[in-house]
Structures are given as C-alpha cells and as structure tokens.
C-alpha cells in the first residue's frame, strides 16, 4: 500500500521559511513523479510543486516559483519542500501526492483508484 506522511508544518512570520518534509512507503520510491499541493480554506487545491525521482526533473507552480525548491533523498525515501520568502497567502494545508503529473504549467495529483494523498501537514504564515 502506497504510504504518504507530511511533516513539517507550522506558524511562521511573513518572510521566514520552513521545510516541509514527505516520507514515503509502499512503493518503488525511484520510480516515481511526488509531488506537494495546497489548499486554503475556501480555495481550490493548488499544484505546489513536483520531482520526477528517477531523474531529479522538478517542476512549480507560478506562485511559489523562485521561492520554493522541491528535492528528495532517494536513501530516506523522503521528498523536501524548501519554503522561502514565505508569504501570508501561502497559508493552507499542504499534501504530498504520488503520482504527480505535468500537464503543461498545470501541476496534477493521482486520479481516483491509483495513487496515494497524504494526511496533510498546515502551515500558517503570519502578517
């Protein structure tokens, strides 16, 4: 069984950082595109950012881009999220999904029956 497991979040001032982490289980790790979405209340799910594994490809959302920085340790089974810069807007619950798909500058997580969301991980930034 595919196994997703944020960690990580927290309260932050506006302009500070966190680093938000993805331990994964269930499955060939290195095979896989994992990627971190968003959801703020009210709001619809946002694609954040995502990493092919096997070749360290990564691709962001346009909100988060020169911010944020996506990358995983193949050793630990676990993909990072490295927020910077962080703003008020970027609170929201953040989850970890597998797999991640690239559709144009759309960011895409699993479709219904394949797949696995994590539990979600919130992060709150503060004025």
């Known amino acids: 069984e595919m196994q997703l497991v944020e960690s990580g979040g927290g309260l932050v001032q506006a302009g500070g950082s966190l680093r938000l982490s993805c331990a994964a289980s269930?499955?060939?790790?290195?095979?896989?595109?994992i990627g971190w979405f968003r959801q703020a209340p009210g709001k619809e799910r946002e694609g954040v950012s995502c990493?092919?594994?096997?070749?360290?490809?990564?691709a962001y959302g346009d909100s988060v881009r020169g911010r944020f920085t996506i990358s995983s340790d193949d050793a630990k089974k676990t993909v990072y999220l490295q927020m910077n810069s962080l703003k008020v807007e970027d609170t929201a619950v953040y989850y970890c999904?597998?797999?991640?798909?690239?559709?144009?500058?759309?960011?895409?997580?699993?479709?219904?029956?394949?797949?696995?969301w994590g539990q979600g991980t919130q992060v709150t930034v503060s004025p």
């Open positions: 999904a597998a797999p991640c798909t690239v559709v144009g500058t759309t960011l895409l997580g699993p479709s219904s029956g394949f797949g696995s």
């Open positions: 269930g499955f060939p790790f290195d095979g896989y595109s």
């Open positions: 990493i092919s594994v096997p070749d360290g490809t990564t």
